[in-house]
T-cell receptor
């Protein structure tokens, strides 16, 4: 158990809908990273939050947004969903030193 | 811009043999970190090993070692005495910037390793 909790584990929704993925980092970790992994693909970096502030952004679509709350949990919001958004979404947390990323078990999103 | 390249989409190795998974990277930073992760068919991401750019010794963690060649910008993973349970997808990753609070960590496309009994 990495200590990073992601909910829900599975999400099935329809095109055009909006969903929210939730991530609770390991106790004490200030950094949260979000990644998208499409079928048989590598992990695409979406966004990094540190102690509530956005610190780095990858190729995140404008339809996607994220935030990190004062209790350090993070949410990834995906709107106007398309079939191509179907993927495994991971969040990961790290301490300030950043020598290890601890991954959650992921949220499998299926857009039908 | 930072970039991670894994040129081996798939590899087959006989059980108990050593295997080297290739990873090259590109960055203009002097301070960075390199990671290897394992993703078995169950889907979870398992941390294997980390190498900092200023670390003089190659990192080792049990059967895993990282062959860090800074001048060549390569960070190959070596698995000694491979086991059937090593069959998985392996990802190389890099963190740019000297401090982790403002960094992005990008991943390569992965190498699928299959161990033959």
């Amino acid at each position: 158990d990495s200590g990073v909790t992601q909910t829900p584990k599975h999400l099935i929704t329809a095109t055009g809908q909006r969903v929210t993925l939730r991530c609770s980092p390991r106790s004490g970790d200030l950094s949260v990273y979000w990644y998208q992994q499409s079928l048989d693909q590598g992990l695409q970096f979406l966004i990094h939050y540190y102690n509530g502030e956005e610190r780095a952004k990858g190729n995140i679509l404008e339809r996607f947004s994220a935030q990190q709350f004062p209790d350090l949990h993070s949410e990834l919001n995906l709107s106007s969903l398309e079939l191509g958004d179907s993927a495994l979404y991971f969040c990961a947390s790290s301490d300030r030193v950043g020598e290890k990323l601890f991954f959650g078990s992921g949220t499998q999103l299926s857009v039908l | 811009a930072q970039k991670i390249t894994q040129t081996q989409p798939g590899m087959f190795v006989q059980e108990k043999e050593a295997v080297t998974l290739d990873c090259t990277y590109d960055t203009s930073d002097q301070s960075y970190g390199l990671f290897w992760y394992k993703q078995p068919s169950s889907g979870e991401m398992i941390f294997l090993i980390y190498q900092g750019s200023y670390d003089e010794q190659n990192a080792t963690e049990g059967r895993y070692s990282l062959n860090f060649q800074k001048a060549r910008k390569s960070a190959n993973l070596v698995i000694s005495a491979s086991q059937l349970g090593d069959s998985a997808m392996y990802f190389c990753a890099m963190r740019e910037a000297g401090y982790s609070s403002a960094s992005k960590i990008i991943f390569g496309s992965g190498t699928r390793l299959s161990i033959r009994p």
